[in-house]
Nanobody, 130 residues
Framework: QVQLVESGGGSVQAGGSLRLSCAAS??????????MGWFRQAPGKEREGVAA????????HYADFVTGRFTISQDYAKTTLYLRMNSLKPEDTAMYYC?????????????????????WGQGTQVTVSS
């Protein structure tokens, strides 16, 4: 069982930055091989993939709409996932969630597929004003 807790959301003006964190814990398992992802959901819209990282290789994937602005990373112990968000836009306003796929790498064709993820956090709100 993997538990995920996000933090770091808040309200910023357009052009500002935030860093989201996701603390991961699991009883009896290590995080040596996980696909960890960040997703977001704006009011009235479907949840969408933002970025993902394979914890073993460090390979990353990004949605086109955040490439060059957001950076996904993990700490050395691979127990905390980060999302650094720069040059924020009002359209980035959403609830941001982290999610985990145990025991697999992230793949280009599937990293943003919600059904692939087995554990989800409760989310952290990001609001960007113009």
């Amino acid at each position: 069982q993997v538990q995920l807790v996000e933090s770091g959301g808040g309200s910023v003006q357009a052009g500002g930055s935030l860093r989201l964190s996701c603390a991961a814990s699991s009883s009896g398992y290590t995080f040596s091989t996980y696909c960890m992802g960040w997703f977001r959901q704006a009011p009235g819209k479907e949840r969408e993939g933002v970025a993902a990282i394979s914890t073993r290789s460090g390979n990353t994937h990004y949605a086109d709409f955040v490439t060059g602005r957001f950076t996904i990373s993990q700490d050395y112990a691979k127990t905390t996932l980060y999302l650094r968000m720069n040059s924020l836009k009002p359209e980035d306003t959403a609830m941001y969630y982290c999610a985990a796929q145990p025991g697999v790498y992230c793949y280009s064709a599937s990293w943003s597929r919600l059904s692939e993820y087995k554990a989800w956090g409760q989310g952290t709100q990001v609001t960007v004003s113009s």
